[in-house]
């Protein structure tokens, strides 16, 4: 239902007596902040306030501590909890299949920031 018919909705309700004064600001109100809050683009929204993925995207860094090659590993186990020794065999069961794990930390390690 769109934003123009929700709002006709709430109107006849409004004129036929179901809804009160106050509860139809409420209504009309919480259905334009909805449509406010739904144009928004999440990708541009800040690390503060966004959404999780895109936080968890954000935060995402190579390690400088916990590293043999690129920090990759390291920076996988901050962001998800899990260990780096993990984080590595997943990488190497990867490769073993087709170079697929290779090539991906590859373009981790050029597209994923440093820490600082």
């Known amino acids: 239902m769109s934003d123009a018919e929700e709002l006709k909705r709430l109107a006849d309700l409004h004129h036929a007596g179901v809804l009160s004064d106050e509860e ?15 144009s928004t683009s999440y990708a541009y929204a800040s690390p503060q306030g966004g959404a999780p993925a895109v936080n968890a995207i954000n935060g995402f860094h ?6 043999w090659i690129g920090g990759v590993c390291g920076g996988l186990a901050r962001l998800s909890g899990l260990a780096a020794w993990f984080w590595r065999i997943v ?3 990867l490769t073993m299949c087709a170079g697929g794990g290779m090539l991906l930390y590859f373009l981790l390690w ?6 600082d």
């Open 110 to 115: 050029i597209f994923v920031p440093l820490e």
């Open 91 to 93: 990488f190497i069961a």
């Open 62 to 67: 190579r390690s400088r501590d916990d590293r």
């Open 24 to 38: 139809f600001a409420k209504a009309k109100e919480r259905v334009l902040n909805a449509s406010t809050r739904s």
